[in-house]
């Protein structure tokens, strides 16, 4: 018995940008190659218990050693970035997307040393990284970034809202700049609001000294709840991973299977 976790849809989605690795020997013999559908599945039971690579289960058909080199060769390759683009697209041309009021945050999070690691001030400087992400008013998740736990929060603006890809809109031409934005104090510069204005975004940044920070939850909730999204992938509760193309690609899996079950509700909302 084969395990599948990645779903028939999600799947045909996968093959659009997984890169081609069937490789015929010419002499012929040798052993069967493992598919990538079950390579797939064992990568999303890593993302969502947080196993070690050793711990995955032979249910799956492949060894661990084989999923983990093709999670590294498609790490490499970007393809979460591209199947997370893909998912986009697909919530932008049905209008899932909500662009008029979008937000910005991070989480800090324990890490192994490797690149993109940082003393933790909010955890008596041990090593941690940070995620760094924007959503839509919904929660979707619609730019990704990591970096040191000593990075502040204000440097990953500009970085995260270039980030945002062209995403289809059910009318009119692709989209990549948000209406609005929802930042806390920590994105209070003026530098920052002025850089969004030339960008065409309006800033919502909490006003240090002026704003509440009690009152933020009211438009920033989506982001907040996205973050505890994060965490029920277990592979991101802790960083476990030295290299950092390999912790971003666990973030960009997540990302992807967020959207996704947003994509996989309205398909069956849309055939009854």
Same mark, same amino acid.
């Given at each position: 018995?084969?395990?599948? %976790?990645?779903? *028939? ?26 598919? *990538?559908?079950?390579?797939? *599945? ?41 199947? @997370?683009?893909?998912? %986009? ?60 736990? *000593?990075? !502040? ?37 003026? @530098?920052?609001?002025?850089? %969004? ?5 309006? @800033? ?14 009211? !438009? ?9 999204? %994060? ?14 193309? !390999? ?21 069956? !909302?849309?055939?009854?």
């Amino acid at each position: 018995m084969v395990v599948r %976790l990645a779903p *028939d849809e999600l799947w045909v989605v996968f093959r659009r940008v997984v890169p081609p690795t069937e490789v015929i020997r010419p002499q012929g013999g040798g052993r069967r190659r493992a598919g *990538d559908r079950e390579s797939l *599945d064992a990568i999303i039971f890593v993302a969502t218990s947080g196993s070690a690579w050793r711990q995955v289960p032979p249910v799956f058909g492949p060894s661990w050693q084989t999923v983990y080199r093709r999670f590294a060769r498609w790490s490499r390759d970007r393809v979460w970035a591209r199947l @997370h683009r893909v998912i %986009l697209d697909e919530l932008g041309a049905r209008g899932e997307l909500d662009w008029s009021r979008c937000a910005i945050d991070s989480v800090s999070l324990r890490a192994a040393k490797g690149p993109l690691t940082g003393p933790n001030p909010t955890d008596r400087g041990k090593s941690g990284s940070k995620i760094h992400l924007i959503t839509d008013r919904n929660g979707l998740p619609l730019s990704l970034g990591i970096s040191g736990a *000593d990075m !502040h929060d204000s440097q990953g603006l500009e970085p995260l809202v270039c980030g945002i890809p062209p995403i289809r809109s059910r009318r009119g031409p692709r989209r990549r700049r948000p209406a609005k934005l929802r930042a806390d104090k920590g994105y209070d510069y003026g @530098h920052l609001r002025r850089w %969004l204005r030339e960008c065409g975004s309006r @800033h919502r940044n909490a006003r240090k000294g002026v704003e509440s920070s009690q009152r933020l939850g009211r !438009h920033r909730w989506g982001v907040e709840r996205t973050v505890s999204w %994060l965490a029920g992938y277990r592979r991101l509760r802790r960083r476990y991973e030295r290299k950092a193309e !390999h912790f971003l690609a666990f973030v960009g899996i997540a990302a992807a299977l967020i959207g996704y079950r947003r994509l996989a509700n309205e398909l069956v !909302h849309g055939r009854r």
